[in-house]
């Protein structure tokens, strides 16, 4: 029940097109679902989160879609560019408090943008 | 956004000796803290809680005698990987919590021979 499922494992994606990232939870206690970039070698970098009482989130180029029943939520980058190539984790964190609690952490996406 | 350092960035070490790892939290205090590792292509895995002036919370199957994490004061806490075998090489993370959300450091390699 804790954990939380990512797909797909790596994409491919031209530059100025579309990724999409899924995750999927079982915890109905989650209350706060952040995404992460990671490059290699560095630590993971917050890059846009969102809490259930809201179904879309948009900052940017990113944009978080979340289905409260579904207990889906997933990441899309618009107008993907080469320097977005990273793995991108999502998250959840647990009980109440949002992100002044643990996060558990989705398995990644290794994402590529092709020139 | 907020700043967390790690020190040192890299460690290699003989295997059966101590390790310890910084963690900062630069511009900002900080009563709990979190330490994750992670494997080579992997996820991170939250490893303990760290919490400023009570014991650590370990996640189950993590040793706390092997991790020991010291939160001596707001803005710092330490991992101590005691009697370091190779298999415990790996990439540690820390995290930090301030305005709702959690910033990570950059992260320490140790490899340990």
């Known amino acids: 029940q804790q954990q939380v499922k990512q797909s797909p494992q790596s994409l491919i994606v031209q530059k100025g097109g579309i990724s999409i990232i899924n995750c999927a939870y079982e915890?109905?206690?989650?209350?706060?679902f952040p995404w992460y970039q990671q490059f290699p070698g560095k630590g993971p970098a917050l890059l846009i989160a969102i809490r259930p009482d809201v179904s879309e989130k948009k900052e940017g180029r990113f944009t978080i879609s979340f289905n409260k029943s579904a207990k889906q939520f997933s990441l899309h980058i618009m107008d993907s560019q080469p320097g977005d190539s990273a793995t991108y984790f999502c998250a959840a964190s647990p009980n109440y408090g949002g992100a002044t609690n643990k996060l558990i952490f989705g398995t990644g996406t290794l994402l590529a943008v092709q020139p | 956004g907020a700043v967390v350092s790690q020190h040192p960035s890299w460690v290699i070490c003989k295997s059966g000796t101590s390790v310890k790892i910084e963690c900062r939290s630069l511009?900002?205090?900080?009563?709990?803290m979190f330490w994750y590792r992670q494997f080579p292509k992997q996820s991170l895995m939250l490893m303990a809680t760290?919490?400023?002036?009570?014991?650590?919370?370990?996640e189950q199957g993590v040793e706390k005698d092997k991790f020991l994490i010291n939160h001596a004061s707001l803005t710092l806490s330490t991992l101590t990987v005691t009697s370091a075998h190779p298999e415990d090489s790996s990439f540690y993370i820390c995290?930090?919590?301030?305005?709702?959300?959690?910033?990570f450091g950059p992260g320490t390699r140790l490899t340990v021979l």
């Open positions: 511009d900002f205090q900080a009563t709990t």
């Open positions: 915890n109905t206690a989650f209350d706060y």
């Open positions: 995290s930090a919590p301030r305005g709702g959300k959690q910033f």
């Open positions: 760290s919490n400023e002036g009570s014991k650590a919370t370990y």
